[in-house]
């Protein structure tokens, strides 16, 4: 009964491999969210998908891709990873674009770049 | 542009006692508020929101919050702590019709037995 789901929930991995997390929730809603939060908890937004198209789009490297197959789906992808990207990174959903909504959020995926 | 500051890293508050977990906002226009909740290794949880109408805003788990316009504060409040509600709170903003959220830097609360 997951509303928003994240796979992998760990990843360690090595400086330079490319990584990918996914994202799925079953809530029925338009809109997806990626966020990363800090070692030191602070929470920022990265992309925003609204029924598959990009609208949000923050200052993140060209190294992480964000794609959303459809709207229930949001995959990161990160390239030649690096140590600065270790952080847990969550996914969430709301209905709609720039309305009341409130958002859920997954569970998290701490990523561990060694 | 717009900002949320939580001025407080960390309250500690004893059980049975109020608490108030502070934050005020920099918007323009009018804000949508939130507040959520993160529990240690978890995602973050609604708590409730501010749309519009009354300053009073009730929520899950007993907490509430007032928004207060003049002041651009919407404060979380609960009258009676519980050592279940340790965690890490968040306030949120996002301005009328624009599509990104900012959060604050999140407060620890501590309710000690």
């Known amino acids: 009964d997951t509303a928003v789901s994240q796979t992998p929930k760990y990843l360690v991995t090595q400086m330079g491999n490319d990584k990918s997390i996914k994202c799925e929730q079953n809530l029925g809603h338009d809109t997806m969210y990626w966020y990363k939060q800090d070692s030191k908890k602070f929470l920022k937004i990265m992309f925003s998908y609204n029924n598959k198209e990009l609208i949000i789009n923050e200052t993140v490297p060209n190294r992480f891709s964000p794609k959303s197959p459809d709207k229930a789906h949001l995959n990161l992808h990160i390239n030649s990873l690096e140590l600065g990207d270790s952080a847990v990174y969550f996914c969430a959903s709301s209905h709609g674009v720039g309305t009341d909504n409130e958002q859920f959020f997954g569970p998290g995926t701490r990523l561990t770049v060694l | 542009a717009q900002s949320v500051a939580q001025p407080e890293d960390q309250v500690n508050v004893a059980e049975g006692n109020p608490l108030t977990v502070k934050c005020t906002y920099s918007v323009s226009g009018n804000p949508y508020l939130f507040w959520y909740v993160q529990y240690p290794n978890r995602g973050l949880q609604f708590l409730l929101k501010y749309i519009t109408g009354d300053n009073l805003v009730k929520g899950s788990y007993g907490f509430e919050a007032e928004f207060n316009k003049s002041q651009t504060s919407f404060h979380l409040k609960k009258p009676s702590a519980l050592v279940s509600d340790s965690a890490l709170y968040f306030c949120?903003?996002?301005?009328?019709?624009?599509?990104?959220?900012?959060f604050g830097t999140g407060t620890k609360l501590q309710v000690i037995p």
């Open positions: 949120a903003v996002r301005p009328l019709g624009y599509q990104k959220v900012t």
